[in-house]
T-cell receptor, first 111, second 113 residues
Framework: DAKTTQPTSMDCAEGRAANLPCNHS???????VYWYRQIHSQGPQYIIH???NNETNEMASLIITEDRKSSTLILPHATLRDTAVYYC????????????FGPGTRLSVLP | DTEVTQTPKHLVMGMTNKKSLKCEQH?????MYWYKQKAKKPPELMFV???????INESVPSRFSPECPNSSLLNLHLHALQPEDSALYLC????????????FGPGTRLTVT
């Protein structure tokens, strides 16, 4: 699986959009980009994933660059409950295969 | 039911004890996972079960013994653990086919004394 790099930490004001970047310059053509988050003392929570097109769901939007070497997770209106560690993972979609979690970005949403 | 449950929530055990962690899901998922997470570190994969068969063992010491008695249940049997095995143990499941996002349980906080 390709390696990802993310900023160690970020701050965001409550009510503003949180834009979390992820670099995955060695991504292969059949690897998807996944985002998970982990709120303190809870299990990780799936947010969104995509291959090459931008994706949106009720939680967030995922913007993938045309060359697929980087992506951005957007939380449109961050709340205090969005404070968490956000993990960007790239992997082949194949049943029973593993996820490799990197260090992630610690997002702090400030009042 | 979109929940993965884990019991117990907390466990304290001595180095000579034998204990088991339990994970359950009723989403019809056919892949189940055990992860270990130390404080301030990302989760690390330990085992993967696919259709009730062990498909990945990430070189985990034999004092950790997984078991998948049926498609809804996953156990992790613990024996002769060391204090450095103290961690949050997370279970996850995923459906068969593409997409394959994992659903995680809340974890069991294990302390080895």
């Amino acid at each position: 699986d390709a390696k990802t790099t993310q900023p160690t930490s970020m701050d965001c004001a409550e009510g503003r959009a949180a834009n979390l970047p992820c670099n995955h310059s060695t991504i292969s053509g059949n690897e998807y980009v996944y985002w998970y988050r982990q709120i303190h003392s809870q299990g990780p929570q799936y947010i969104i994933h995509g291959l090459k097109n931008n994706e949106t769901n009720e939680m967030a939007s995922l913007i993938i660059t045309e060359d697929r070497k980087s992506s951005t997770l957007i939380l449109p209106h961050a709340t205090l409950r969005d404070t968490a560690v956000y993990y960007c993972i790239v992997r082949v979609v194949s049943h029973g295969q593993n996820f490799v979690f990197g260090p992630g970005t610690r997002l702090s949403v400030l009042p | 039911d979109t929940e993965v449950t884990q019991t117990p929530k907390h466990l304290v055990m001595g180095m000579t004890n034998k204990k088991s962690l339990k994970c359950e899901q009723h989403m019809g998922h056919r892949a189940m996972y055990w992860y270990k997470q130390k404080a301030k570190k990302p989760p690390e994969l330990m085992f993967v079960y696919s259709y009730e068969k062990l498909s990945i063992n990430e070189s985990v010491p034999s004092r950790f013994s997984p078991e998948c008695p049926n498609s809804s249940l996953l156990n992790l049997h613990l024996h002769a653990l060391q204090p450095e095995d103290s961690a949050l143990y997370l279970c996850a499941s995923a459906r068969a086919g593409s997409g394959d996002e994992q659903y995680f349980g809340p974890g069991t906080r294990l302390t080895v004394t």
